[in-house]
């Protein structure tokens, strides 16, 4: 009974070990899905501050038109010139910069992306790999610990019940040995009695008086055995109640393993909501890459429409009333893209 014990007692630690390694990497799997909120965060604050740069590119390049307008109307012809080749060296680079920092960025967000899917995915594998060991190992060592215990508890029931067997029967032969003998001293007793009484006044009288209470002597040492056995009775009924004991306690052991057991399942379903979190977060990362990306298409697809509407627009070549020329029917709060950098996506 002690070695069971003792063994349950080494089991207990081993179980609480793997339950604080499993509670650790799950708040690492938290921890981890927090960095990666916070990194979807600043990517939608980076995409916000983008629409606003082109807003206020907007307003900027309205207010240097009305400047232009008021202020160049004489030099026009020789200003859209310039401006016309400047505009498509500046157009040029700006989309040959867009074009590779698009590249770059798209590049470099797939490559991180695959990083973090092949990060996620071997913390992932290891993680279930773990825990599925760790699981294994506490079922066998608790089914070990259980079935050594139910073992021991069978062995010391048995060896219980043929102790008390045993002793019932010792204790049997040894009452019916006692009380046979008491009889024959009480007819013995009662025979002396008998004699004694015929004999009165017999020379042996004070012999058989003697004789009598040595008998005495004897059937009360027969009685004090007689009660030992009572007393071996006693502990024998004791020890039954022990036997009884340790039934429950082996019903408490079962208990606690079925509970463990189901311990062990809600562990292991937080493992799976924390891989579908992971999951979701991919999705919500991929989703802004795809958004950024729209951005930049949409920047380059306005650019290109600028260009195309500058060729396509007829010269005024009247160096009197002179109107507003068609370059800067580019500058209208339409095409905010004709100065503005290239658009730069989240990394």
């Known amino acids: 009974m002690g070695c069971a014990g003792s063994r349950a007692c080494l089991g207990a630690p081993n179980t609480a070990d ?93 490559q991180q992306l695959e990083e973090l899917k092949a990060s996620h995915e071997a913390l992932r594998l290891d993680l279930e790999q773990s825990h599925d060991q760790q699981l294994l190992s506490l079922r066998q060592q608790h089914q070990i610990s259980l079935q050594e215990l139910i073992t021991s508890q069978t062995e010391e029931l048995q060896s219980l019940n043929k102790t008390l067997k045993d002793a019932e029967m010792v204790l049997n032969e040894k009452i019916q040995e006692l009380t046979r003998e008491n009889k024959a001293l009480m007819e013995k007793l009662a025979e002396e009695e008998n004699r004694r009484r015929e004999m009165q006044k017999d020379s042996h009288t004070v012999y058989l008086e003697q004789e009598l209470e040595s008998l005495k002597v004897v059937l009360d040492l027969k009685n004090q055995q007689l009660h030992q056995q009572e007393k071996k009775i006693m ?90 020329s068609p370059l800067f029917s580019i500058h209208s709060p339409r095409s905010p893209s004709l100065f503005s950098s290239p658009p730069v996506s989240p990394r």
């Open 235 to 324: 502990e024998v009924d004791k020890l039954t109640e022990r036997n009884l004991k340790l039934g429950e306690s082996l019903c408490k052991v079962q208990q606690e393993n079925e509970d463990l057991k189901a311990r062990m399942d809600r562990h292991a379903a937080l493992s799976r909501q924390l891989s579908t979190e992971q999951a979701q977060l991919q999705e919500s990362l991929q989703k802004e890459s795809k958004m950024n990306k729209r951005l930049s298409m949409e920047n380059e697809e306005l650019v290109w429409k600028l260009h195309n509407g500058d060729l396509s627009s007829p010269r005024r070549s009247s160096p009197g009333g002179r109107s507003p």
């Open 18 to 110: 793997g339950r604080d390694e499993a509670v650790r990497q799950s708040r690492g799997l938290s921890q981890e899905l927090l960095e990666l909120r916070g990194e979807l965060v600043n990517t939608v604050n980076r995409s916000q501050c983008l629409v606003q740069e082109k807003e206020c590119l907007k307003a900027s390049l309205q207010e240097a038109l009305e400047q232009l307008q008021t202020q160049h109307q004489r030099d026009l012809e020789d200003l859209e010139q310039r401006l016309r080749e400047t505009y498509e060296q500046e157009r040029r680079a700006s989309e040959q910069r867009s074009r590779e920092e698009r590249e770059r960025s798209t590049h470099s967000l797939q």
